[in-house]
C-alpha cells in the first residue's frame, strides 16, 4: 500500500524505495527515507531523538514539527495563552485524503480546525491544512493557512515554521548561502546585541547557534561530506538555524549527545507576523531534496 493509514500515524511509500512517517499528533514528520541521484539507497533523512515522546504526551524531539502560529514565545497579545511555537505541533489533526499517488508523487492532506482544547487558549477562527509529498528524492510539505472570520473580523496574525531536524554530523555540516542577512542571534546575553549581520559564507553550527535570518533567500544548502539537501521555501521569508551543542544535555527529551546527530535549518515567517484577511488563504511551501 502506497499510503498505510494507521491508527495515530501514517506511512507512505514511493514505488522507487523513498518513504515517510507522520503523526497525526503535531502532523509531525518523523521518519523520511530517501535515496538521492548519486546514492539509490533510502536512508534516513531526519533525526528523532531516541527519548523523543511518540505517543502524543508532548511535542516530538525532532523530526518536522509544524510551528504556528507563534514561534518561540508568544508575543502577540492573541496568543498570550499559548505555549512556546503554538499549539499545531501538539494537537491532533485529521486525515483529510489522499491528494495524488503516482510516481511523479505520494501525497496526502491533514487539517486541524479549532477544537474545545485550542479555543480556550486562542480564540481566533482559522483552518489549517498541511499537504505532504514524497516523490522519489523529495518530500514537500505546504502549510496552507486560511483565516475563516467573518469580513468584518480582523485580519489574521500569525508566525509559521517548518522545524526540520536534519539528520547530519553537527561538527561536519555547513549552511548556504547565509552571508550578508541579518540575525537575531538568541544565544547573545546582552539584548542590546542580538541584531547582527552574517559574515561567514559557510555557517556552520560547531558552537551553541540559535539564529533567526531575516529576509533570507528562501534556498538552501546543507552539506556534509557524506550528505546534502536542499532546503527551498516559498513564502516562508526567514530562516531559523538551530542547534543548541552542549546546552542540549539541559532538554529532557534530548538522547545523549544528540545535538552531534543534527542541524535544525528552519524556514518560517517568524520575524513579525503575517497578516491574513478574512475568507484569504496563505501558503507556506517547503522542498527538502536529497542531494547526496
Ligand atoms: O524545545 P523546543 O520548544 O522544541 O524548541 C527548540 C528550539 O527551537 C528553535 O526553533 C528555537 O529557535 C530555539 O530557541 C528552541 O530552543
Same mark, same amino acid.
Given at each position: 500500500m502506497p499510503i498505510d493509514l494507521q491508527t495515530d500515524k501514517l506511512v507512505l511509500q514511493h514505488p522507487k524505495g523513498a518513504s515517510a512517517e507522520l503523526l497525526l499528533y503535531g502532523a509531525t514528520i518523523i521518519s523520511w527515507k530517501s535515496g538521492s541521484v548519486t546514492n539509490a539507497q533510502p536512508t534516513e533523512r531526519l533525526f528523532v531523538s531516541g527519548k523523543a515522546a511518540l505517543d502524543g504526551s508532548k511535542p516530538v524531539r525532532g523530526g518536522i514539527p509544524v510551528v504556528f502560529p507563534c514561534f518561540g514565545a508568544p508575543t502577540h497579545p492573541e496568543h498570550a495563552k499559548l505555549g512556546q511555537h503554538g499549539f499545531a505541533r501538539s494537537e491532533t489533526w485529521t486525515f483529510d485524503g489522499i491528494v495524488m499517488d503516482n510516481e511523479?508523487?505520494?501525497?496526502?492532506?491533514l487539517t486541524l480546525e479549532p477544537t474545545a482544547s485550542i479555543a480556550a487558549k486562542y480564540e481566533r477562527p482559522f483552518h489549517l491544512a498541511y499537504v505532504v509529498t514524497l516523490a522519489e528524492h523529495q518530500l514537500s510539505t505546504d502549510l496552507h493557512v486560511k483565516n475563516t472570520g467573518l469580513s468584518t473580523s480582523p485580519p489574521l496574525e500569525f508566525q509559521a515554521l517548518l522545524h526540520n531536524?536534519?539528520?547530519?554530523?553537527?561538527?561536519?555540516?555547513?549552511?548556504?548561502? =547565509?552571508?550578508? =542577512?541579518?540575525?537575531?542571534?538568541k544565544t547573545e546575553p546582552d539584548e542590546q546585541l542580538r541584531t547582527k549581520v552574517e559574515a561567514r559564507g559557510q555557517v556552520d553550527v560547531k558552537k551553541y547557534t540559535d539564529f533567526v535570518y531575516q529576509n533570507a533567500p528562501g534556498t538552501y544548502e546543507v552539506t556534509s561530506p557524506t550528505n546534502k539537501?536542499?532546503?527551498r521555501a516559498v513564502n516562508f521569508k526567514d530562516v531559523v538555524v538551530w542547534n543548541p551543542q552542549q546546552e542540549g544535555a539541559k532538554i529532557a527529551d534530548m538522547e545523549d549527545g544528540g545535538w552531534e546527530k543534527y542541524v535544525c535549518v528552519e524556514p518560517g515567517y517568524v520575524h513579525g507576523f503575517a497578516t491574513l484577511p478574512a475568507g484569504e488563504t496563505w501558503v507556506g511551501q517547503q522542498v527538502l531534496s536529497a542531494k547526496l
Amino acid at each position: 500500500m502506497p499510503i498505510d493509514l494507521q491508527t495515530d500515524k501514517l506511512v507512505l511509500q514511493h514505488p522507487k524505495g523513498a518513504s515517510a512517517e507522520l503523526l497525526l499528533y503535531g502532523a509531525t514528520i518523523i521518519s523520511w527515507k530517501s535515496g538521492s541521484v548519486t546514492n539509490a539507497q533510502p536512508t534516513e533523512r531526519l533525526f528523532v531523538s531516541g527519548k523523543a515522546a511518540l505517543d502524543g504526551s508532548k511535542p516530538v524531539r525532532g523530526g518536522i514539527p509544524v510551528v504556528f502560529p507563534c514561534f518561540g514565545a508568544p508575543t502577540h497579545p492573541e496568543h498570550a495563552k499559548l505555549g512556546q511555537h503554538g499549539f499545531a505541533r501538539s494537537e491532533t489533526w485529521t486525515f483529510d485524503g489522499i491528494v495524488m499517488d503516482n510516481e511523479a508523487g505520494v501525497s496526502i492532506r491533514l487539517t486541524l480546525e479549532p477544537t474545545a482544547s485550542i479555543a480556550a487558549k486562542y480564540e481566533r477562527p482559522f483552518h489549517l491544512a498541511y499537504v505532504v509529498t514524497l516523490a522519489e528524492h523529495q518530500l514537500s510539505t505546504d502549510l496552507h493557512v486560511k483565516n475563516t472570520g467573518l469580513s468584518t473580523s480582523p485580519p489574521l496574525e500569525f508566525q509559521a515554521l517548518l522545524h526540520n531536524y536534519i539528520r547530519v554530523n553537527s561538527s561536519e555540516v555547513v549552511v548556504t548561502p =547565509l552571508k550578508g =542577512l541579518t540575525y537575531y542571534d538568541k544565544t547573545e546575553p546582552d539584548e542590546q546585541l542580538r541584531t547582527k549581520v552574517e559574515a561567514r559564507g559557510q555557517v556552520d553550527v560547531k558552537k551553541y547557534t540559535d539564529f533567526v535570518y531575516q529576509n533570507a533567500p528562501g534556498t538552501y544548502e546543507v552539506t556534509s561530506p557524506t550528505n546534502k539537501i536542499e532546503v527551498r521555501a516559498v513564502n516562508f521569508k526567514d530562516v531559523v538555524v538551530w542547534n543548541p551543542q552542549q546546552e542540549g544535555a539541559k532538554i529532557a527529551d534530548m538522547e545523549d549527545g544528540g545535538w552531534e546527530k543534527y542541524v535544525c535549518v528552519e524556514p518560517g515567517y517568524v520575524h513579525g507576523f503575517a497578516t491574513l484577511p478574512a475568507g484569504e488563504t496563505w501558503v507556506g511551501q517547503q522542498v527538502l531534496s536529497a542531494k547526496l
